[in-house]
């Protein structure tokens, strides 16, 4: 692994990390340490080969094309992600509007090489995403495509924990999408205070996940650390 150079991500500004602390009264308490999650966020083509509805829950999600993975060490945090080379067929087809630049992936490595860097890193945390469902098919069905074993950790969501805490969504702010119910990951991160971010990178992706877990489990910390990059 060599250190990327993209600057330390930083949790808001200093009136948003006040504005934040309002919120943490209101958490669920943690029955577990922040060290024992990792967040995880992947980016994919948005494509199905048949050219089906790609979220129809029967689309096989084999199409990922970046993965970023955080975790608290004890002190601060660390992330470390990767842009991913999908089968080539995904390169034939247009890519959605939220998906990287198909040549971020075309030297990129494929899922089953990165792996093993997964396992290690992974070990036996709990995966944290927003929209859980979501990544963790694409965990599973990338991982059946290369015919690799299956990661059995619990996965936690901090959309379905953002409905407990928010019952019935919130606002909207200037920046929210059409569709947003109050519950989406841009939504909360400005409803906590902590403002604009890179969406669909999935390294922002997995520090505003990270961000916003904190505050819905009651345990806040704002020390980062700049992010590594598998290869």
């Not at 990792?38 to 979220?55: H, M, P, Q, S, V």
């Not at 906590?192 to 819905?216: K, R, S, W």
């Amino acid at each position: 692994m060599r250190s990327n150079a993209k600057k330390d991500l930083v949790f808001g500004e200093v009136n948003q990390r006040e504005n934040a602390e309002l919120f943490v009264e209101k958490g669920v308490k943690m029955t577990k340490s922040l060290s024992d999650y990792i967040f995880i966020d992947f980016e994919t083509t948005g494509k199905d080969l048949a050219g089906r509805y790609y979220f129809d829950k029967n689309v096989p999600k084999q199409d990922a094309v970046q993965v970023a993975l955080v975790w608290w060490d004890g002190s601060e945090f660390i992330s470390a992600h990767s842009y991913i080379k999908p089968p080539s067929a995904y390169f034939n087809l247009k890519w959605s509007f939220a998906s990287p630049d198909p040549n971020l992936c075309t030297n990129a490595p494929t899922f089953d090489k990165l792996f093993p860097i997964l396992v290690g890193l992974i070990g036996k945390k709990t995966f944290v995403a927003h929209n859980a469902q979501f990544d963790n098919k694409v965990m599973q069905d990338t991982l059946d495509y290369y015919n690799k074993p299956m990661f059995t950790n619990e996965w936690v969501c901090t959309k379905e924990l953002a409905k407990d805490y928010f019952p019935k969504g919130t606002k909207c702010f200037s920046s929210c999408k059409s569709s947003c119910n109050g519950h989406t990951l841009s939504h909360l991160h400005h409803e906590f205070g902590f403002g604009d971010y890179d969406e669909h990178n999935a390294i922002e992706d997995t520090f505003a996940v990270a961000n916003i877990f904190q505050i819905l489990n009651k345990d806040r910390e704002d020390k980062i650390k700049s992010d590594w990059i598998f290869v």
